[in-house]
């Protein structure tokens, strides 16, 4: 009697514009799958908690201005809003030698790394107060951060200033997103 085989796939989102090539090596309880990148391509590593269902963006890619690093250092990610969400102190901002006018550049600069179609929540402290500062193609995504805090919206972003406090914002997010 023919044993039924049982078909399962694994889908990295975002990844195949970068790939040239697949080769997979079988030892006895472990599969190893190799990717071959195309020419000039750099890679961010993503670590995923299976339990907390969220991924780290580990900060390899050296090309990356140091503000974008830092964005990438503390990434949350939410596979069920499909957005990444982190933040940025004043400290952040000083070592970075950057200010928050450069933060849509480097959204825009994360966003070539092969996260085109995700949202992006940065929040973050300057002198003036806490500020969330949202890329979403998602109507949905940008109604619910305007619910929440009074905002901007100018095409698909939004920014928008309140009187929380980084960490308490931070959790407020990941919680409603």
Known sequence: MEQQKKT???KLKGLAPWISQIQYEKEETDLTLYFTL???TEINVILEDGKAESKLLSPVTPSLAPLAQRLISNVEY???SDIYITSLQKKDFIECRATSLALKGSMEEL???GAEESSFLVLYETGKGT???LWSK???I???VQEQNQ???KGNWVLFITKSTLPSLQEHFKAKL
């Open 8 to 10: 399962f796939a694994v």
């Open 151 to 153: 905002g901007t919206q």
């Open 131 to 133: 500020h969330g500062l």
């Open 38 to 40: 195309k020419k000039d």
């Open 138 to 140: 998602r109507q949905d």
């Open 142 to 144: 940008r109604e619910k």
């Open 78 to 80: 939410k596979p069920n």
């Open 111 to 113: 966003k070539q790394y």
